[in-house]
């Protein structure tokens, strides 16, 4: 390779791609310790935050109601401090005891359905709202002594792929069912909620390609459960999901949270998985095109090389642990740069520099 002076193209080129090393300092002073997960891990991460304070808006409440009249419910018991204003319980009436038919011990009460009361207001040991009949208008109004309930069993819910997201090495079709499967399972695991198949809800969704059936539609078409949806969305520099739990029976928000993304980090197995968290999360000035990481020197600790198209780039750690150039360490290769690596390939202690450019060419450097 030969060597290029410092005010030529390689050093304009360079001091280019200078941003990319705050990006990757961890792997130039040390290789210990975890490397930055991707997107998919973030937000693996963040769906857990999301699921707890998902659990803890949905109260397990069972009360009475007090008194109607034309324009509202109210109720009173146990629990009714854990409701806030928004949230919907099922009203129902309590009939007859169904027995076992072989040894007849009570097995439980028949219940009908009268419709949803929506919770405009909570006081102390009392709560009021708004009934939202059952669909066809069949069911018999509440009256005082019928039951209000948020069930203590699972809630079930539909969960939407999480927009905003672009994954690498994965498929549009393969990253929805990755994120609504990790969201399903992350859900389910707080023992509060009953997710629908994911399979089943990209189906469903993957019927509607050009449209885009409204939550209360989805939810219809599902059974009934609740539909949940997020995004990923960028606040400034920082990235942020909001989520949105929207009602099956009555089609309004009742749950809206918005949670900065966490960032996840895990042991790397290969050191290309390293590569893409650095693409996607620093921006990059010059066409950066290979990154290398070595100890070319033998002092036990790696250098960094930098390539774009034809020119390589040394990086050492410096005093305050901040990666920086080698004095006149730019080198220019004299075709465009395939890949660079460093390996102790002729047997020493130190790496040497094999670099492919488009002519095909490996050669040892440095």
Known sequence: MRRSGPGGAGGQRGRAVIVALVAILGLVVGTAGAARADILQDL??????????????????????????????????????????????????RGEIFRHPVTNQ????????????????????????????????????????????????RVPVAV?????????????????????????????KTGRFLAVDPQKVLDLLGQARGSSPSALEVSRRLGGAAVLSSRLVRDGTARVLETTWVSGQTGETL????????????????????????????????PVRAVALGDLDGDGRAELVVGDEQNLTLYRASEGGLPAPVDGAVF???????????????????AQLVVVDQRGEGRLGV
Do not use: C
């Open 255 to 286: 749950v809206s949270l918005r949670a900065p993304l966490v960032p996840a980090a895990f042991p790397p197995r290969f050191a290309w998985e390293e590569t893409p968290e650095l693409e996607r999360k620093y921006p990059l000035e010059g």
């Open 44 to 93: 693996g991460t963040t769906y857990e935050k999301i699921a707890v304070q998902l659990a803890a808006a949905f109260p397990k409440v069972e009360a009475r109601v007090a008194a109607v009249t034309a324009n509202a419910i109210r109720i009173e018991g146990p629990g009714i401090a854990e409701l806030r204003p928004g949230l919907e319980m099922t009203i129902f009436r």
């Open 160 to 188: 939407l792929p999480t927009s905003g997201v672009q994954a690498a090495f994965d498929s549009a079709d393969q990253t929805q069912l990755l994120l609504v499967a990790r969201f399903s399972a992350i859900l389910e």
């Open 332 to 350: 220019r290769t004299g075709g465009l740069i395939l890949s660079v690596d460093a390996a102790p390939v002729t047997g020493s202690d130190r």
């Open 106 to 153: 009570p097995l439980g009460h028949a219940e009908q359905v009268l419709g949803t009361l929506v919770v405009t207001a909570v006081e102390s040991g009392a709560a009021s709202g708004r009934l939202v009949p059952v669909a066809g208008g069949t069911a018999p109004a509440p009256v005082p002594g019928d039951g209000a309930r948020i069930t203590s069993g």
